[in-house]
Structures are given as C-alpha cells and as structure tokens.
C-alpha cells in the first residue's frame, strides 16, 4: 500500500544538538506538510510545501527549518533543539486541493 | 491565517447514546472541512469531510453538518460504541491563493463509557 513513512520513530537528544526529522511518501503527492502535536494543543502547522521548489511557513516555524529534497521527500531539521521541542511530530501528504491528508506514523522527540 | 476552536475537549458519553462534537472557524474564504480520529498511539485518519456546497453529509453512524452563515460545523456520532473511543480532531482549510495548510483545532478526547 502506498504509505506515509517517518523516520525516526523516537528520539532522545540533548539541548542544542542538531536533529533531523524525515519523512518519506509512496502516494505520488505534490504537497506535503510537518505538524507538531502537543497534549491540549492539537496539531499545528510547522511547514508546508507544494513542490521542490516551493516551501511555506506554517503557524509555528520558529526554531525549524525544511527541506523538499524531491517530491516524496520531506525533512524537518531542528538547528539547535531545546527542551520545549519535545513533542510528537507527523507529517503529512495530500493529493489535490480538498482532498484528505495522509499522515505518518510520527516522531516522538525528547529535547533533554 | 485560519483559525479553529473545538469543543468540548473532553466528552463522556454512555455506549448507545449520541456524541456531538462543535467546531467554529474564523476563515469565511475556508471551503473543506475535514474530522480527523486518532486513537491511542496512532496517527490521526480521516473518518468523514465536508466541502462549503454542502449543508449535510453522512455515513453510517457518523454526520457532519457545516453552516456558513454561522461559521460553525458539527460531528454527530449516533449509537456509539466502545471502539469509537478515541480523540477527535475538526480542520478546516482554504485551498486558494497559494495556501493550502489544514489548521485543526484542539482535539476532543471522547470516552465511551460501558
């Protein structure tokens, strides 16, 4: 089955470090997306792209940054972690406009 | 940007009776109104979705209801059972002008009592 597929599944690093969060997709879909789930807070926009070449911040980008190295891959880095970036972090894949997201099976991060 | 508040955050209801789940949104320019369920440990999927030229949609069990004029949609789960105990997430999104991002409020942790 095409899938929606996160890399790593879990994650302990130490304040400061550089950490980089993957995800790969087999739909064939042109926008992907990086959200942040923390208890109470729902799941929040991070970043967005439609294309290689286009990329957009989303409600929270501060602290993180995206790279669209093809069409099925999306990666979020965090330059220098701190501890409120613990949290789980999926990422998604849709098709066309109005059509159902897609996500991963998220990246549980623990900044210590 | 769009914004989305759901409620209630947490809701309790008896096996067989009905859950309703309200979300408004500020956006008039939103046209898709996707509810996402995520159970324990696992991704959030979608169980059902709205677009703004329709009032109504159902299946099966679960409906979901949008008002324009009120800005204001609703997810209507009838006869529940144990295994529609989860959290439940609405979203909304304008697909125009180059945006295209789901902004999903806060998620309502439905329990299913026996």
């Known amino acids: 089955d095409a899938d929606v597929t996160q890399t790593p599944r879990n994650r302990i690093t130490k304040t400061g470090k550089r950490i980089m969060l993957e995800c790969s997709q087999t739909?064939?879909?042109?926008?992907m997306y990086w959200y942040r789930q923390d208890p109470g807070l729902g799941l929040r926009l991070i970043y967005y792209s439609f294309d290689v070449k286009d990329i957009n911040k989303g409600e929270i980008s501060d602290g993180y940054s995206v790279s669209r190295q093809a069409q099925a891959k999306f990666s979020l880095s965090l330059e220098s972690a701190i501890p409120n970036q613990t949290a789980l972090y999926f990422c998604?894949?849709?098709?066309?406009?109005?059509?159902?997201?897609?996500f991963g099976q998220g990246t549980r991060l623990t900044v210590v | 940007g769009e914004n989305v508040e759901q409620h209630p955050s947490t809701l309790s209801v008896q096996e067989g009776d009905s859950a309703v789940i309200k979300c408004t949104y500020s956006d008039s320019a939103s046209n898709y109104f996707p509810w996402y369920k995520q159970e324990l440990g696992k991704r959030p999927q979608l169980i059902i979705d709205?677009?703004?030229?329709?009032g109504e949609k159902k299946d099966q069990r679960i409906a979901v209801t949008l008002n324009k004029t009120a800005k204001h949609f609703s997810l209507h789960i009838t006869e529940t059972q144990p295994e529609d105990s989860a959290v439940y997430f609405c979203a909304a999104t304008y697909s125009g002008g180059g945006a295209d991002g789901l902004t999903f409020g806060k998620g309502t942790h439905l329990i299913i009592q026996p």
């Open positions: 739909k064939g879909h042109d926008r």
């Open positions: 998604a894949t849709r098709g066309p406009r109005n059509t159902e997201a897609f």
């Open positions: 709205i677009r703004s030229n329709v």
